[in-house]
């Protein structure tokens, strides 16, 4: 099949840039489809850490041709930055690197008004990255938004200012206590248009479906995760965009009758960024274990991710909204040491054992039911063949296999490209 996805299963930072890392010689082409500069996509190799926000994580290889796709919006300050630590690979970014004509551009008064919206929450905030995901996909929805096509007509500039005005009035509007130097955001912003303008705009959607046609072979990269969904997620402690299988199709133009595989990424544990439920949260010596040798800090924000057991129900939830065909476990390395194990595998619903993630998963209703399982010591992050993984963890997989009913087929055991093994 010549479209295969890649998408987070729980609330983003799974390790998805990693695993397209790994998986890029395998494809023509790496698209993105949603999301923005919210995501932070870390990729090690060589001994560097490299993060991505908004370029696809096949970007560094050779071959592969990366295209950000109409579902994705662009923050041209931030993708600028990108652009510069690239700058020592000496990549041909002009062919490499497609952007669609109708992705939507953050303007700098889209990242104040997710500011002023945000302040104005007090206690209800989302915890948004304040990157203006947000408001730029309300400017989409509402018919407002500025695309990066818009770029090459003649009016752009009018179009940005009418947009602008608006914005400001509506940040009067919050009377949120931010504070502000528009002039200087907008001289950063204008130098950074100009450098987005000397790269390769295109028709993304005619270009990804002639690639089909000519036998190419692509892979769609999802950002954030499932539970983050705006109609599937943690409403509303949700991103602005469809993280979830579909959203590839209207991310890129690409009828669903053309996805083959979908690789559903997980971490062995949970962790979740920002406000908003999560049932198996730990607040004790074991959720600490986590974070510290998990290394549980957002890519993006730097803010402390929280930790918490594998929630196998929302796993599942996932699963069937994606039609995952195939897992990828990452971090199992992580979970050496703990005597025991927990994995959620039904909630107390306001009194009810259920075994589906409810509409209302907040902490008043939902107390997690576990399943407790054996776990190992062994340090797992020199490990390379299935034969090597201790007994334990193998049961582990078996189990969450069994319960999804979705083979895993890749077992991350370390940041690095080389920590990977094939199951
Ligand atoms: P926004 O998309 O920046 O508005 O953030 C909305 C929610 O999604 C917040 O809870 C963020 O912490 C979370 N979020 C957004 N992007 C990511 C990501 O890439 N990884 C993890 N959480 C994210």
Known sequence: MAVNLLLGLQWGDEGKGKIVDVLTSNYDIIARFQGGP????????????????????????????????????????????????????NLDIKSKLLISRKAHLILPTHRLLDAASEASKGKAKIGSTLKGIGPTYMDKTGRNGMRVGDLELEDWKERYQALTDKHLKMIDFYEADIEFNLKELETTFFAAIEKLKELTFIDSEEYLNSAIKNGKSILAEGAQGSLLDIDFGTYPFVTSSNTTAAGACTGLGIAPNKIGDVFGIFKAYTTRVGSGPFPTELFDEDGATMSKVG?????????????????????????????????????????????????????????????????????????????????????????????????????????????????????????????????
């Open 38 to 89: 919210n995501a932070g996509h870390t990729l090690i190799f060589d001994g560097h850490k490299h993060v991505l926000h908004t370029i696809p994580s096949g970007i560094f290889h050779k071959t592969a041709v990366n295209v950000v796709g109409n579902g994705v919006v662009i923050d041209p300050v931030i993708f600028q930055k990108e652009l510069d630590n690239l700058a020592k690979f």
């Open 295 to 423: 290394m549980e800090f957002g890519a993006t924000t730097g803010r402390p991710r929280r930790c918490g057991w594998l929630d196998l129900i929302a796993l599942k939830y996932a699963v069937e909204v994606n039609g995952v065909t195939q897992l990828m476990m990452m971090k199992g390395d992580v979970l050496s040491g703990f005597k025991t194990l927990k994995v959620c595998t039904s909630y107390n619903y306001k009194g009810t054992e259920v075994h589906h993630f409810p509409y209302n998963v907040e902490e008043h209703n939902v107390t997690p039911i576990y399943t407790e399982l054996k776990g190992w010591k062994q340090d797992l992050t020199g490990m390379t063949t299935i034969e090597e993984l201790p007994k334990e963890l193998l049961d582990y997989i078996k189990f969450i296999e069994d319960f999804v009913e979705v083979p895993v087929s890749i077992v991350s055991v370390g940041p690095d490209r080389k920590q990977t093994i094939l199951k």
